[in-house]
């Protein structure tokens, strides 16, 4: 694969979720059951384990159809 052109689809596909970002987050991404959260006193832990498995797929479909 060109690396040049793997770059160039990458700073595309960033920039492209920098500008959606507003709406991304109304949809509730990283906030979804089955994200786990964890709060004990000042300290957080926050694992998005549903939200990961929807990105993935997600980014496999994409990168499916662009490979046909």
């Not at 160039?8 to 920098?18: D, Q």
């Not at 990105?55 to 496999?60: D, E, F, P, T």
């Amino acid at each position: 694969m060109n690396l040049p052109r793997l770059f160039i689809g990458l700073g595309i596909f960033f920039l492209a979720v920098g500008l959606l970002w507003p709406w991304l987050l109304k949809l509730g991404l990283g906030r979804l059951p089955g994200d786990i959260i964890i709060e004990r006193g000042n300290m957080r832990f926050y694992f998005p384990l549903t939200t990961s498995i929807i990105v993935s797929l997600l980014l496999s479909l994409l990168f499916w159809l662009l490979r046909k």
